[in-house]
């Protein structure tokens, strides 16, 4: 299967998978979102179903039930999140990281607190840039 994309929904059921850290079933899954997203149980089987097709979840049968099946994770937060933004970059800037950072910069409404953690992640950037060459 293509790479595709995560989907909200996708996301919404990584997040309470990357928060337990343990394998987790659907059904699990579904009772630790309820009230944070309007998904049947079904729904939830289905996309993560999705998300192991994707390679973002893997599982394991469940030795005394092989209906059962635990989910957990393949790829972490951070990884997901770097895939999200590169394809962001790609999809609306034509890859420029550049543009896109004067974009989200222009837009926002930043603290002069936020201001000094942005030139500190700058700093940190401009090191490692120097120690690589």
């Known amino acids: 299967m293509a790479k595709e994309e995560i989907t909200q929904s996708e996301w919404q059921i990584m997040e309470v998978v990357w928060a337990d850290g343990a394998p987790l ?10 009230g944070n997203a309007d998904m049947s149980q079904r729904m939830v089987r289905v996309l993560m179903n999705r998300l192991n097709q994707k390679n973002i979840l893997g599982y394991m ?7 059962v099946y635990h989910y957990y994770a393949l790829k972490s ?11 962001f970059v790609e999809s609306y800037f034509k890859g420029s990281q550049k543009n896109a950072m004067a974009a989200l910069l222009q837009s926002a409404e930043l603290t002069k607190e936020q201001l000094r953690e942005l030139e500190e992640i700058l700093e940190q950037c401009k090191k490692k840039d120097c120690d690589s060459q």
């Open 25 to 34: 079933t659907s059904s699990e899954v579904y009772k630790r979102m309820q």
């Open 77 to 87: 937060k951070e990884e997901c999140v770097e895939e999200k933004t590169r394809k």
């Open 61 to 67: 049968v469940d030795e005394r039930d092989s209906r």
